[in-house]
T-cell receptor, first 113, second 112 residues
Framework: EDQVTQSPEALRLQEGESSSLNCSYT??????LFWYRQDPGKGPEFLFT???AGEEKEKERLKATLTKKESFLHITAPKPEDSATYLC??????????????FGTGTLLAVQP | EPEVTQTPSHQVTQMGQEVILRCVPI?????FYWYRQILGQKVEFLVS????????KSEIFDDQFSVERPDGSNFTLKIRSTKLEDSAMYFC??????????FGQGTRLTVV
């Protein structure tokens, strides 16, 4: 069964204190791994898609990496506005499959000034 | 930037009533989805829709649920007889090959 596990469940950082969030997955035929940011009461906001092991993508203070079993979201020198829940999702299958996303439970990040 | 639009943002309904949640996906996308998120829980897949038919549905998507694309732009989720446990945020998403999966801002459904 396809599964996504995120850790930690919650993370509290001081402003400027870098850290990483983990997303481990088991899926039959990974098409893509997605990172989203979700603010309270809002929809998931797209951050990155990674398609193959070794791939890395960056956006401002965020950097996502992918291996065959897990992905990391590295946050460098975070600011209070980075506080949100970060969701990881996998998309399995190719051609003819529905390409649905399977989500983890998320990591709630709080960055204190 | 393209966006997925959902209406209403909040719907309160009595148990047993029918509700229709509406979505306008991104115009050139071909795959449409509904997900839901019960408060404090993970985002869960409900149904996918492609080429004017359901391509996959989850166990949650029972006979009380239906989806429709009545015209070229709208995508709707209908719950025929709402239950208390249907209270959740419902997200519409659209996707196409070589693009990101975009989500709407959600409809908060409260069943009383």
């Amino acid at each position: 069964e396809d599964q996504v596990t995120q850790s930690p469940e919650a993370l509290r950082l001081q402003e400027g204190e870098s850290s990483s969030l983990n997303c481990s997955y088991t899926v039959s035929g990974l098409r893509g791994l997605f990172w989203y940011r979700q603010d309270p009461g809002k929809g998931p906001e797209f951050l990155f898609t990674l398609y193959s092991a070794g791939e890395e993508k960056e956006k401002e203070r965020l950097k996502a990496t992918l291996t065959k079993k897990e992905s990391f979201l590295h946050i460098t020198a975070p600011k209070p506005e980075d506080s949100a829940t970060y969701l990881c999702a996998v998309q399995a299958g190719y051609g003819g499959a529905t390409n649905k996303l399977i989500f983890g439970t998320g990591t709630l990040l709080a960055v204190q000034p | 930037e393209p966006e997925v639009t959902q209406t209403p943002s909040h719907q309160v309904t009595q148990m047993g009533q029918e509700v229709i949640l509406r979505c306008v996906p991104i115009s050139n996308h071909l795959y449409f989805y509904w997900y839901r998120q019960i408060l404090g829980q993970k985002v869960e897949f409900l149904v996918s829709f492609y080429n004017n038919e359901i391509s996959e549905k989850s166990e949650i998507f029972d006979d009380q649920f239906s989806v429709e694309r009545p015209d070229g732009s709208n995508f709707t989720l209908k719950i025929r007889s709402t239950k208390l446990e249907d209270s959740a945020m419902y997200f519409c998403a659209s996707w196409d090959w070589n693009t990101e999966a975009f989500f709407g801002q959600g409809t908060r459904l409260t069943v009383v």
